[in-house]
């Protein structure tokens, strides 16, 4: 196949689309015959993934590398930032964590002798010598003008990587003529020539309504509007962002297996209860109501970055309480990862890894014990429920007293896995109890989700003029 230019996708925002479109564009190219591969620089999210090799990446680019057909690895993310609080991230790079930094400290890189820049361009540069075309994302808004000097994954990466550059702008937001006419006006003039078209996201109703601001927009922005992209609702892909987390459920159905998550304060790796969510018997929802844990039938403690702090706020706040009690009436619990040490009997961080609180009694629903270490477990693993083959990845820091890779005692489930959720056996062994509503078992996962990523493709050809980006792509 010839060799395409780089393409980036780009934003004017936080949430405009700019993961999911960059992972239909990876099965496009996959469909079209070439050997397309996602990267993007840096990665803010409490999502991740573990690679093959058992390193850490942010969970999009596990997503879009899956779309493209082939395995993830670091250089597809070189550098992710964990949010820890408003003002400290932990640092990810090439798969492993280099400790904790201030926003401030990161972002004018006074405190590191680490060449970030360097790092992620070389990164680049040995995965375009593998992959056609490099499919490159970047992140939030590309008009942060203060930030510009630092930025390691917009623009200046795109010139790293002499990429042709398409903006996404979400019209269901408002204000989208201003928001893309002004993300052009605010780049340099280099800068300027490097975004070659405009796709429109997240259009509700008629189409046809558009077409004068279609045309408007190209007046203005002297740039094409290459699609226009409806609202889809029929189609699901692994999200990124914690935001998404505002359109979740709320609240229980009657008639459904309810399934409470606990809307924990550093919530991660929430994608972990996407395929329960999607099974029809299943109302699955999330809240830190103690009323509505009492109701539930199924509750989840999922994963969290700061495992002490949010079981000290589960304590504050009486869910702890309703767990507890929940339990003892028989509703089955389960812990994952982080949620899974705080159904311990306790969680110890003697060394301060988390924060400031050294110590806490769990829940007391396992026996188990956990201490933070500094060290991060990250590897893909497999294991056997109820007789049958499954599989998931562990990524956590902490180490608990058993050898137990999932841990069962009466109603109560707990383990470091996740994707635990995502295998059938799991699914069924959990709404086996609940005969009133089992109307159908859960599809393959895997299955289902090859069949997202056409679906995803068939949407975007449907309204995006793919070859028209073609020809940009390999145009001198």
């Known amino acids: 196949m010839k060799k395409l230019h780089p393409l980036m996708f780009v934003g004017t925002g936080s949430d405009v689309g700019k993961s999911v479109i960059t992972a239909a564009f990876c099965r496009i190219f996959r469909q079209d015959g070439y050997y397309p591969a996602p990267f993007k620089a840096q990665n803010m999210a409490l999502n991740s993934y573990a690679t093959p090799d058992g390193f850490e990446i942010g969970r999009a680019q596990a997503t879009q590398a899956e779309a493209a057909g082939i395995p993830c690895c670091t250089d597809m993310n070189p550098l992710l930032l964990k949010p820890q609080s408003d003002h400290t991230s932990q640092v990810i790079l090439h798969g492993k964590p280099i400790g904790n930094k201030n926003a401030y400290d990161y972002w004018r890189r006074g405190t590191s002798d680490i060449d970030f820049r360097k790092e992620v361009c070389d990164a680049f540069d040995r995965l375009s010598s ?23 994954v917009n623009l200046p990466m795109a010139r790293h990587a002499k990429a042709d550059v398409i903006l996404v702008g979400d019209i269901d937001r408002g204000g989208v003529f201003a928001s893309v006419y002004g993300s052009i006006a605010l780049q340099s003039p280099e800068d300027r020539k490097l975004i070659k078209g405009i796709i429109i996201n997240k259009f509700r109703g008629d189409m046809r309504l558009f077409d004068d601001g279609r045309r408007m927009l190209e007046e203005l922005c002297g ?15 692994d999200e990124e962002d914690s935001v998404s987390l505002e359109q979740k459920r709320r609240q229980l159905i009657e008639g459904k297996v309810n399934v409470a998550v606990l809307l924990l304060r550093h919530i991660s790796n929430f994608t972990d209860f996407d395929t329960l969510e999607r099974d029809e018997r299943v109302n699955l929802f999330y809240t830190n109501n103690t009323a509505d844990l009492q109701r539930a039938d199924i509750i989840i403690l999922p994963g969290t970055k700061v495992t002490l702090d949010d079981l000290l706020e589960l304590r504050r706040n009486g869910c702890a309480q309703a767990i507890q009690r929940a339990h003892r009436d028989g509703k089955m619990v389960i812990g994952i990862c982080g949620g899974y040490q705080m159904l311990g009997l306790s969680v110890d961080d003697p060394e301060g890894i988390e924060g400031s609180v050294t110590s806490l009694p769990g829940l007391g629903l396992l026996p188990i014990h956990t201490t933070m270490t500094a060290e991060k477990t990250t590897k893909q693993v497999t294991f056997e429920f109820d007789g049958k083959k499954c599989e998931g990845y562990e990524i956590h820091q902490g180490v608990s007293d058993t050898s137990e890779v999932i841990l069962r005692k009466d109603n109560c489930i707990g383990t470091y896995i996740h994707g635990f959720l995502d295998n059938t056996p799991v699914i069924e062994h959990l709404l086996a109890g609940y005969t009133a509503v089992k109307n159908g078992a859960a599809s393959d996962p895997q299955a289902f989700k090859e069949e997202q990523y056409n679906k995803l493709a068939e949407h975007v050809r449907q309204h995006v003029d793919v070859e028209h980006i073609y020809k940009i792509l390999t145009d001198d």
């Open 130 to 152: 593998r992959y056609n075309p490099i499919v490159m994302e970047g992140a939030g808004s590309i008009s942060e003008i203060n930030l510009r000097d630092a930025d390691l």
């Open 223 to 237: 740039i094409p509007v290459l699609g226009v992209v409806p609202y889809y609702r029929e189609i699901y892909i």
